[in-house]
């Protein structure tokens, strides 16, 4: 069965530091999302992406952050200066054909970013 | 404004009862709905979703949920509880008039089921 992965499972940065998380969405999806949990808190919705645009951020998508489907296969996250309080889990998503926002996301294992 | 609410920090169930965790929710038009399980240390896996149609739906692992449009709920249920259903449960909703994907979350219901 097709399925979301994440690199790295987990990574541990130092304050101001880049750090770019990285996803591989189901082959055949085109909706890509980022979302985030701090730990024992709810998911926060980070951004949705189609059509190598942003279609929908949040207010926590600040200009720190910044998404890339640099190839066919690869969908990325990149926080330019990390901050203590982005320490979370980042889950990575997709959902399928365009047009069926009923569509279930899949989510990868995510990828627990902790900033020291 | 669109929002889930899980009314259940917690819910505790022994192993073999019926189970439910709440869910009710606000969007400005019709709901897209769904049920996600997060085990410890890992992803959230999609048990089930509502689209139209019957208001009863079935998904993974036994698990059901009933859309109930007039109290706007879309509770989680499940005849005969597994120790191993122990997680967490997070509902989540779309609105149909929004035409970005974003799913807004629940907080989250920890179900624990004791042998």
């Known amino acids: 069965e097709p399925e979301v992965t994440q690199t790295p499972s987990h990574q541990v940065t130092q304050m101001g530091q880049e750090v770019i998380l990285r996803c591989v969405p189901i082959s055949n999806h085109l909706y890509f999302y980022w979302y985030r949990q701090i730990l024992g808190q709810k998911v926060e919705f980070l951004v949705s992406f189609y059509n190598n645009e942003i279609s929908e951020k949040s207010e926590i998508f600040d200009d720190q952050f910044s998404v890339e489907r640099p190839d066919g296969s690869n969908f990325t996250l990149k926080i330019r200066s990390t901050k203590l309080e982005d320490s979370a889990m980042y889950f990575c998503a997709s959902s399928g054909p365009a047009g069926l926002g009923g569509n279930e996301q899949y989510f990868g294992p995510g990828t627990r970013l902790t900033v020291t | 404004a669109q929002s889930v609410a899980q009314p259940e920090d917690q819910v505790n169930v022994a192993e073999g009862n019926p189970l439910t965790v709440k869910c009710t929710y606000s969007?400005?038009?019709?709901?897209?709905l769904f049920w996600y399980v997060q085990y410890p240390n890992r992803g959230l896996q999609f048990l089930l979703k509502?689209?139209?149609?019957d208001n009863l739906v079935k998904g993974s692992y036994g698990f059901e949920a009933e859309f109930n449009k007039s109290q706007t709920s879309f509770h989680l249920k499940k005849p005969s509880a597994l120790v191993s259903d122990s997680a967490l449960y997070f509902c989540?909703?779309?609105?149909?008039?929004?035409?970005?994907?974003?799913?807004?979350w629940g907080a989250g219901t920890k179900l624990i089921i004791k042998p």
């Open positions: 989540a909703v779309r609105d149909l008039m929004d035409s970005n994907y974003q799913l807004i």
């Open positions: 509502y689209i139209t149609g």
């Open positions: 969007v400005s038009g019709n709901p897209y």
